[in-house]
């Protein structure tokens, strides 16, 4: 089967460093992909790892290691607009359909 | 350029009717993607279709069907709707590289509501 673990809350100070993991089993792995999603409206591409190491992207990096099927998602500067549903997803077979995890609400507090 | 656009925003249906929920996108995208989300639920992928002309059952395709008209067009038809279909429903288009990078864009949902 196709599955994906994330923690389902984060709390974190304005300002500071967070990090939002996701473990998966899965077959036919090609790469994992992190999505924002704020108060259920559409959800939107953040990042994707195909290799494993970090990538970088402004404020948010996503981190990928295939030997531990483990990845991570780096906000870093936490500001009150990254309070938001984080998922984790994959596409098996590189089919293009998403398999998500079931999110991962980040809380930002002043 | 309006990106991926559903119709209707909300929606309230009585146990056994029917609908269309109807997703267009103009960013020429061959493939396009139903999903459902439940409350505190990641998305499940309902149907899926690679290109014009083909479409494909995802993880959870009971009590739907799908039709994809023409490349811009993906349409979701519930036959008979039933109180467990109350959900919030994604569509999204995106382009398959061959990559293996895969960025999805969705529209802004449909609420649909089944008493």
């Known amino acids: 089967g196709q599955s994906l673990e994330q923690p389902s809350e984060v709390t974190a100070v304005e300002g500071a460093i967070v990090q939002i993991n996701c473990t998966y089993q899965?077959?036919?792995?090609?790469?994992l992909s992190w999505y924002q999603q704020h108060d259920g409206g559409a959800p939107t591409f953040l990042s994707y790892?195909?290799?494993?190491g970090l990538e970088e992207t402004g404020r948010f990096s996503s981190f990928l290691s295939r030997s531990d099927s483990y990845g991570y998602l780096l906000l870093q500067e936490l500001q009150m607009k990254d309070s938001a549903s984080y998922f984790c997803?994959?596409?098996?077979?590189?089919?293009?359909?998403?398999?998500f995890g079931q999110g991962t609400t980040l809380q930002v507090k002043p | 350029n309006a990106g991926v656009t559903q119709t209707p925003k909300f929606q309230v249906l009585k146990t056994g009717q029917s609908m269309t929920l109807q997703c267009a996108q103009d960013?020429?995208?061959?493939?396009m993607y139903w999903y459902r989300q439940d409350p505190g639920m990641g998305l499940r992928l309902i149907y899926y279709?690679?290109?014009?002309?083909?479409?494909d059952k995802g993880e959870v395709p009971n009590g739907y069907n799908v039709s994809r008209l023409n490349k811009r067009e993906f349409s979701l038809r519930l036959e008979s709707a039933a109180p467990s279909q109350t959900s919030v429903y994604f569509c999204?288009?995106?382009?398959?590289?061959?990559?293996?990078?895969?960025?999805?864009?969705f529209g802004p949902g449909t609420r649909l509501l089944v008493l």
């Open positions: 999204a288009s995106s382009d398959i590289s061959g990559r293996g990078r895969e960025t999805q864009y």
């Open positions: 899965t077959s036919g792995f090609y790469g």
């Open positions: 790892n195909a290799l494993d």
């Open positions: 997803a994959h596409s098996p077979g590189n089919t293009g359909k998403l398999i």
């Open positions: 960013m020429n995208h061959n493939s």
């Open positions: 279709s690679a290109s014009e002309g083909t479409t």
